[in-house]
């Protein structure tokens, strides 16, 4: 089982991981990013970069407790770091701990940096070659993996950790089982490999034995101190540090000597090895590591803590300011055990592109030039074109690029709005919408204007407020007209973006602007032989008005980025409410467009301007709402049709179609009432009869219109007295509480009810 896992339902794919990884060894899969173990080099980068924590490492707490319980001799092994993580106990109260859930025995890891420090000087003695240490399992892997050139360099020398290891079943007997405790994840990569296997029979992170103990109940800080086991180390306490190693190793070291070098974090790393390729330096002996601030900063390091904090842990482990105890007569004897050790190049090619085949990958992203690249870096990759080798290679997706599927999606968008547009004019048609209906002399006007322009190839221009029938009556226009048999294509200007109507309405040339892949025919070319409606032309753009009017003189569209134009037999019909005159003054509209539009116009009156034919207006909805909503609608209370009159309707007809609507998916028993409509239009209504009290009505009339306003008063009031207790206020009135409630629905008091 590999040492990291992916959880796959947690993974978001936001590419924190491909960041991270210096080596790239992520692979984007539709759902989920994985890792590929073959480049993988273990430094831990993907599992504290994961925001999802959908990165974990693979659970060795139930191995590790399943050994302690079998009765086997468990050793444990204290990386060296160990005082930087259990900052707040002893050295002592640790082992104690240790002892408590079954280890036989606590060793100090730093002792292995001293057991190799012999070796180290003897490998290191020729100055023939730049030497790398080999400490760092993650610098190991990098080598071995990606830089196989330098394996030569590696010192061929085991790490403390897998040194330890060696001596203590050497010493104790192979039947021993150790366990390695530290911050480190590329140990638990160690522990798997050929070369190393069987030293170390499992490495917890720090972080996993404060869950043991936890899971235990054992409190450290409660428990007295137990000595140590094994060899006290001294100067190897300093090799977790960054500039501790060649002091672990007994290395002479002068930070002004160029021959010796120290280098931690990635990008130090990664710098050395690019100047040591490029021949910039060649120093005798080179200590590397992959994790910042060395040992310390190793993946599984105690996160709540500053570096100088921890590294003043380690240092004062190092002094002994806080004593400790090692069991001197239990140091096993050192005889004969090898810690030398080799490396194998495990360098996975992948295969390189071509640059053409890396041309079609940015081509495919919409990327045509170098201005293209914007090497954003949001798909985890430095440069679009590393993007593009990884596409090829099969690790990176091309959704992964962001302006690209932002771009993707925001075209989508306006073909599906406009789609969207399509479908719900087809469903209007179906339930009827075809249909002007109004018998004020207004609209009476409209009808005539259309039946006489209908039959005429003549572009007609139809004004109006917003939902006053404009597109209803282009549509009747288009009825009228000798083309009824060919398509009428409506397109509304403002639901997408000027550079996409554009090429939407005359279509474009594939290469023509990024994103236009292949050729594509316009809305005008569809609406050939047709009618093409343009709604809310007063939005689109002077471009785009240069554009039309050249359509409209010349009768031909040129496609975007095309060279040649294409004849056209189209009828233009047109509407806005936006003021053009006052376009052409300020300059927004074209003049010369304006004029070739403006040949006949129709304008279609306001709602309030209509209000003869608001009860036809009102069946002939109720009608579609009865369809719509498959409801039985039996009809209208006068009050309501007063209502509907009065209100001055600022959204005209498209706002009382869906007043109707509302109050049809509301009524019980078909009927629409004043009560089913919103609070706006009864309170128009109230305050008109207010007004119109001095008017002379019917006595009737009249006397119903007081009742009604003193017994809303009264039940106000009574709902105040019994401080909103309904059955209390009914009581006061001395009439039934269903009555009470009834009147209460009546004048609709419920909402302001204080219950
Ligand atoms: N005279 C009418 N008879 C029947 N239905 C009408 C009438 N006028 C408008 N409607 C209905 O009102 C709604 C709005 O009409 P339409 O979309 O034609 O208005 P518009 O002026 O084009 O609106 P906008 O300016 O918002 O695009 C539609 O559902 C339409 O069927």
Not at 124 to 141: E, M
Not at 503 to 528: I, N, P, W, Y
Not at 556 to 582: S, Y
Request: hydrophobic share 35%; glycine share 8%; with cysteine.
């Amino acid at each position: 089982m590999e040492p990291i896992v992916t959880v796959k339902e947690k993974c978001r794919k936001c590419y924190c991981c491909v960041r991270s990884c210096p080596v790239k060894a992520i692979k984007v899969d539709k759902s989920y990013t994985e890792i590929i173990f073959d480049r993988c080099i273990g430094c831990g980068n993907c599992l504290n970069n994961c925001p999802q924590q959908a990165k974990m490492v693979t659970d060795k707490v139930g191995v590790t407790e399943k050994l302690l319980s079998s009765g086997e001799e468990v050793v444990a092994v204290l990386g060296s770091s160990f005082p930087s993580f259990f900052h707040n106990v002893t050295p002592g109260q640790l082992v104690s701990g240790l002892k408590k859930i079954g280890f036989a025995q606590v060793h100090e890891g730093a002792y292995g940096a001293e057991l190799v420090a012999d070796d180290y000087a003897r490998a290191t003695a020729k100055k023939d070659r730049p030497h790398i240490t080999s400490h760092c399992p993650a610098i190991v892997d990098l080598i071995e993996r990606h830089y196989p050139k330098l394996i030569g360099s590696l010192v061929p020398v085991v790490s403390p950790m897998v040194a330890m290891g060696r001596y203590l079943k050497g010493t104790l007997g192979h039947h021993v089982r150790v366990i390695y405790i530290s911050s480190c994840i590329a140990a638990k990569f160690e522990t798997q490999m050929e070369e190393t296997r069987g030293s170390i029979d499992i490495v917890l992170t720090y972080k996993e034995l404060a869950g043991i103990f936890r899971s235990r109940q054992i409190t450290l800080s409660a428990l007295e101190d137990e000595p140590l086991d094994g060899m006290r180390p001294s100067a190897g306490r300093l090799f977790p540090l960054a500039d501790g190693t060649f002091r672990a190793f007994g290395i002479d070291f002068d930070p002004l000597d160029t021959e010796a070098f120290t280098a931690c974090g990635e990008v130090n790393v990664m710098g050395f090895i690019n100047d040591l390729a490029a021949g910039r330096i060649s120093p005798h002996i080179a200590d590397l590591r992959f994790c910042y601030d060395g040992c310390i900063g190793g993946p599984g390091r105690n996160h709540a803590l500053t570096e100088f904090y921890r590294r003043n842990r380690v240092i004062s482990h190092y002094k002994q300011e806080v004593p400790c105890r090692t069991v001197s007569d239990s140091a096993p004897p050192l005889t004969g055990i090898p810690f030398g050790r080799s490396f194998t190049s495990k360098y996975a090619k992948l295969e390189t592109p071509k640059a053409n085949e890396v041309r079609k990958i940015l081509n495919a992203t919409n990327k045509f030039t170098v201005k293209d690249e914007l090497n954003c870096r949001a798909c985890g990759y430095r440069s679009c074109r590393e993007y593009a080798v990884a596409v090829f290679q099969g690790l990176a997706e091309i959704e992964m690029c962001l302006p690209f599927t932002l771009q993707r999606l925001e075209e989508d968008r306006g073909r599906l709005i406009q789609k969207y547009e399509l479908a719900r004019r087809e469903l209007e048609r179906e339930y009827g919408d075809e249909f002007i209906v109004g018998n004020d002399r207004k609209t009476l006007e409209v009808l005539g204007l259309i039946k006489q322009v209908g039959p005429t190839p003549t572009t007609v221009l139809i004004r109006g407020e917003s939902g006053t029938g404009k597109e209803l009556t282009a549509r009747a226009i288009h009825r009228y007209s000798k083309r009824n048999d060919k398509p009428l294509v409506t397109v509304n200007c403002t639901t997408i973006t000027d550079s996409l109507l554009e090429s939407e309405l005359f279509g474009h040339k594939r290469g023509s602007f990024t994103g236009a892949v292949t050729d594509k025919k316009g809305l005008f070319e569809a609406a050939d032989g047709g009618t093409i409606f343009l709604d809310e032309i007063g939005d689109i753009t002077p471009k785009l008005q240069a554009e039309l009017l050249r359509v409209l003189d010349m009768g031909e569209v040129r496609p975007v980025g095309g060279t040649t134009a294409k004849k056209v037999d189209v009828r233009l019909i047109a509407a806005t409410n936006k003021n053009l005159e006052q376009g052409v003054r300020e300059g927004w509209f074209r003049e010369d467009l304006y004029y070739r539009l403006n040949v006949f116009t129709i304008t279609m009156p306001p709602l309030r301007s209509r209000v003869e034919s608001i009860p036809i207006l009102v069946h002939h909805f109720m009608d579609k709402a009865s369809t719509k909503l498959n409801k039985r609608m039996v009809g209208i209370e006068e009050r309501a049709v007063k209502a509907l009159t009065t209100y001055p309707w600022p959204g005209n007809i498209r706002e009382m179609q869906n007043v109707i609507e509302r109050a049809a998916v509301l009524t019980h028993d078909g009927v629409i009432r004043v009560e089913n409509f919103p609070l706006a239009l009864s309170e128009k209504l109230e305050e008109n009869s207010t007004m119109s009290l001095d008017v002379r009505t019917s006595f009737r009339a009249e006397r119903e219109q007081h009742v009604v306003k003193l017994e809303k008063k009264l039940i106000q009031r009574y709902l105040e007295e019994a401080n909103g207790n309904v059955t209390r206020a009914a009581k006061l009135a001395n009439i039934p509480r269903r009555t009470f409630y009834r009147l209460i629905d009546k004048y609709r008091l419920r909402e302001r009810d204080p219950r």
